[in-house]
């Protein structure tokens, strides 16, 4: 631009004003022409990791996995004055390269195997309005299709999971031939050393061979082997979680049930680029058939009569009928259903409430010790203890009982006052 600009006839000054460089610098461009300009090398730096640098070499070399922070102290020893990050930089490029390699995806056969897991989520409900509860949603993937089930739950116990299981598995119509779990305790206790071999929870493995699937557990700290469930749990959260509000629990199950059918299972997946449901229709004939009678094991507990005439199971209350005598009755938990037995026979059955804190009463459990007296004809009866009739009066009976001793405290003050 310089030798363009003095070929048209402008000045030096020009030139510098209108490019922005000193005259000097355009004198010499004029006088070399097109000449290159020439720079003599840089002198080479001086480091003060230099004079250490072979020791560092032979170290690595012989210890490869000796940390910069060692090398730190033993060359400070020696006499070393420079910092740590230009260290770590030097043994970064000195150490050998570790041979990782990238994970290998498994892609599984037409009703080969499911994969199971729970994730939490923070909620609250419209209907408690600041109230935030924790909630647990268990899914269950098809690895083949990548077809997905979910529900939420309020827990991750046993029943709950044996509960799932059989509500998935009639979701899709039959059982894969192998169910994926990650360590989670209701599935897997743990590991046996001495046998290496799995520890499955006893009740999973009658579940397991009712419905004719084999339980497998990912290796430890390996959750990426169960890649096909642990991204659908992002992908609910982010589409079907935020921005949503549920009434309770079941609006919210009733929302993620109509959200799996027109969504999740409608789309078309990244993976296998097909649709979730059509390619579910191809795989469903490769599953097991379901068990002809459901699946009735039981967990057996103890659980005391409260005063009132309930017991306890799962943070909810069941009744008990009148004449009940045991105070401490043995109590079957299947995954639908709760029995109560006093010495061996069974007094009530109860289906399994699916939420906390709340009773199922059975008709008939309450019976008027004296249904022909004058007060249980017009009020009726409930119970304090079993056995235990307590009148229910209406509030007008209350009102005029306070009247009568309001009159009569009002009289006795009158009274005394006269006296004095």
Not at 205 to 216: E, G, I, M, Q, V
Not at 232 to 256: G, K, T, V, W
Request: overall charge positive; charged content about 25%; aromatic content about 8%.
């Amino acid at each position: 631009m310089i030798l363009e600009l003095h070929r048209e006839g402008l000045s030096i000054s020009a030139i510098a004003e209108q490019t922005g460089k000193d005259r000097k610098t355009i004198r010499k461009y004029i006088r070399n022409g097109m000449v290159a300009p020439s720079y003599t090398p840089r002198p080479p730096e001086v480091r003060l990791i230099d004079p250490y640098m072979d020791y560092i070499s032979q170290r690595i070399e012989a210890y490869p996995g000796l940390s910069a922070s060692r090398l730190m102290r033993e060359i400070r020893a020696m006499g070393y004055q420079g910092g740590r990050t230009v260290l770590a930089g030097m043994v970064s490029e000195l150490r050998p390269v570790r041979q990782t390699g990238f994970e290998v995806r498994y892609e599984t056969a037409a009703g080969k195997q499911a994969q199971v897991d729970f994730a939490h989520f923070k909620v609250m409900f419209t209907e408690e309005p600041g109230v935030t509860r924790t909630v647990w949603l268990f899914a269950m993937v098809l690895g083949h299709s990548r077809y997905l089930w979910a529900q939420f739950v309020l827990r991750q116990d046993l029943p709950t999971v044996l509960r799932c299981h059989m509500a998935a598995f009639e979701h899709f119509g039959g059982v894969p031939q192998q169910v994926l779990y990650d360590r989670m305790k209701t599935a897997v206790l743990g590991e046996d050393q001495a046998e290496q071999h799995i520890v499955y929870n006893a009740k999973l493995l009658s579940l397991a061979k009712h419905y004719d699937f084999s339980p497998r557990a990912c290796k430890a700290y390996r959750a990426q082997t169960k890649g096909n469930i642990e991204r659908p749990y992002r992908y609910i959260r982010q589409a079907f979680f935020l921005c949503r509000e549920f009434a309770h629990l079941d609006d919210m199950n009733s929302q993620l049930a109509d959200w799996l059918a027109t969504v999740a299972n409608a789309r078309t997946h990244g993976t296998t680029n097909r649709v979730v449901a059509d390619h579910f229709a191809e795989e469903r004939p490769a599953l097991g058939e379901l068990p002809a009678i459901p699946f009735g094991d039981a967990i057996r507990i103890e659980r005391r009569i409260s005063h009132d005439g309930f017991v306890s199971v799962g943070s909810n209350l069941y009744s008990v009928p009148d004449g009940t005598r045991k105070r401490v009755l043995e109590v079957e938990m299947t995954p639908t259903e709760v029995r109560i037995h006093e010495a061996g026979s069974m007094i009530a059955v109860h289906q399994v409430l699916q939420g906390r804190r709340q009773r199922s009463f059975l008709p008939g459990h309450r019976v008027a010790r004296n249904p022909g007296s004058a007060a249980n004809a017009l009020t009726g009866t409930i119970l304090g203890r079993p056995g235990h009739a307590v009148a229910r009066r209406s509030l007008s009976v209350y009102d005029a009982v306070a009247r009568q001793l309001a009159r009569q405290v009002g009289s006795s003050a009158v009274d005394q006052g006269a006296a004095q």
